[in-house]
């Protein structure tokens, strides 16, 4: 299953709901059953000081899956900014770098 990086800074709102509604782990499990409704999993979250509040790796299904969640709880207010990676495994950069393909760079 793909496996994504997912960085997201609270609004001043969602710092406020994070207080209120049960702290971190209740932040946890929520964001557990948002991916459980796409058929992904959490893998690891962390909460952290500096410009990005959590960091969270997660298995979806796909590309779209992902776009949902983040599109979801981005649209709740709760975030002033979300960003999402997509991570490799080192066999899946072994593929990429056996590939041949052509390519000029400008100027060429």
Known sequence: MPKY???ARYSPEGARGVIKGGGGTARVDAVRQLLEGVGGSVE???FAFGGTDA???VDAPDNAAVAAVTMTAGASGA???IETIVLLTPEEVDDGARRSVNYRA???
């Open 44 to 46: 690891s979250f962390y």
């Open 5 to 7: 990086l997912v960085m």
């Open 55 to 57: 960091y969270i790796t």
């Open 79 to 81: 975030l002033a900014a």
């Open 106 to 108: 400008p100027g060429t």
